[in-house]
């Protein structure tokens, strides 16, 4: 099936480093919604993105719906230990009602 | 957002029997999803749950595989028939609706391991 190409596959940062990871698409998506995925837990939402330029912000977590609409980014501010986890970026060709398209996953880990 | 339970939260089963796992939600949704998470990899969509209807299985997943149900508006299950090691994986339930329309939500996932 179609998948996104998210990058980079895997960061170790150090604690209060800012982070930033993007997916790109050959195709076009209406909606792009980032998640959180923890050990042994399902995917958190953190951000949907609805319109091609929106910028939106989630206290330390900003993202973008690139202008092309195939392409978004997630930034993370001053990173913390409680960030490290697996992001996902999705893309969804209509409205609320269509199943997700996933990305392969961006595995954080913060070093203290 | 949408409060969804999974059962079982994870087992451990022998070759060749079934499965069936359940996803309960708090509230009534429109839309519910299957999905599949393989060791290591990224989410792939199973199936659309269909109230009242037959499930719409995307490429690579059949019916007689994975027979799903969804009676109502709350709640669907997810069966994995015949299971095989390579069905190893955390399965999904995911929602739309309730109180936030577009956005779409997962359960905590069934880790399952075939021996």
């Known amino acids: 099936g179609q998948q996104l190409n998210q990058s980079p596959q895997s960061m170790f940062i150090q604690e209060g480093e800012d982070v930033s990871m993007n997916c790109t698409s050959s195709?076009?998506?209406?909606?792009w919604l980032w998640y959180k995925q923890d050990p042994g837990e399902g995917p958190v939402l953190l951000i949907a993105l609805y319109k091609a330029g929106e910028l939106t912000s989630n206290g330390r977590l900003t993202a973008q719906f690139g202008i092309t609409r195939k392409d978004s980014f997630l930034n993370i501010s001053a990173s913390i230990p409680s960030d490290v986890g697996i992001y996902f970026c999705?893309?969804?060709?209509?409205?609320?009602?269509?199943?997700?398209?996933f990305g392969k996953g961006t595995r954080l880990s913060v070093i203290a | 957002s949408a409060v969804i339970s999974q059962k079982p939260s994870r087992d451990i089963c022998q070759r060749g029997t079934s499965l069936t796992i359940q996803c309960q939600v708090d509230s009534q949704v429109t839309m519910m999803f299957w999905y599949r998470q393989q060791p290591g990899q990224s989410l792939t969509l199973i199936a659309t749950?269909?109230?009242?209807?037959?499930?719409?299985?995307e490429s690579g997943f059949v019916i007689d595989k994975f027979p799903i149900s969804r009676p109502n508006l709350t709640f669907s299950t997810l069966t994995v028939s015949n299971m095989s090691p390579e069905d190893s994986s955390i399965y999904l339930c995911s929602v739309v609706g309730g109180s936030s329309y577009n956005e779409q939500f997962f359960g905590p996932g069934t880790r399952l391991t075939v021996l």
């Open positions: 999705a893309g969804q060709f209509s409205s609320g009602n269509t199943p997700l398209v």
């Open positions: 749950a269909n109230q009242g209807s037959e499930a719409t299985y």
């Open positions: 195709s076009i998506f209406n909606t």
